[in-house]
């Protein structure tokens, strides 16, 4: 018979296993909507009808059609970059389990 330690060690384990394989998993169908889906929007509505988490979909939709559609140049670097900082400061991010990884 195990100790109860090895039991508890053997399942959190098993139990990590699964859940960083069915977050791989997510997050490889679309990195978006994973990532949206890990940040509640604790802070409600901003004004009637806003939402940040609709608000940085809809933005992430026009920064890459937009990238995607124009010629090399510094300015699309530039945007580009603005988007990555978009991505990275949007507040409903900061909501994500900073310890998935």
């Given at each position: 018979?195990?100790?109860?330690?090895?039991?508890?060690?053997?399942?959190?384990?098993?139990?990590?296993?699964?859940?960083?394989?069915?977050?791989?998993?997510?997050?490889?169908?679309n990195e978006l909507h994973?990532?949206?889906?890990?940040?509640?929007?604790?802070?409600?509505?901003?004004?009637?009808?806003?939402?940040?988490?609709?608000?940085?979909?809809?933005?992430?939709?026009?920064?890459?059609?937009?990238?995607?559609?124009?010629?090399?140049?510094?300015?699309?670097?530039?945007?580009?970059?603005?988007?990555?900082?978009?991505?990275?400061?949007?507040?409903?991010?900061?909501?994500?389990?900073?310890?998935?990884?």
């Amino acid at each position: 018979m195990q100790e109860p330690e090895n039991i508890d060690k053997e399942f959190l384990e098993k139990t990590e296993k699964a859940f960083r394989e069915l977050f791989d998993a997510a997050q490889k169908r679309n990195e978006l909507h994973f990532a949206m889906a890990l940040m509640p929007e604790m802070r409600g509505a901003q004004d009637a009808g806003w939402n940040t988490a609709e608000e940085s979909r809809h933005a992430f939709n026009e920064y890459i059609e937009f990238i995607e559609k124009q010629p090399p140049s510094s300015i699309k670097s530039r945007i580009a970059l603005s988007f990555y900082c978009h991505i990275a400061e949007a507040s409903g991010l900061y909501e994500v389990p900073k310890k998935h990884a």
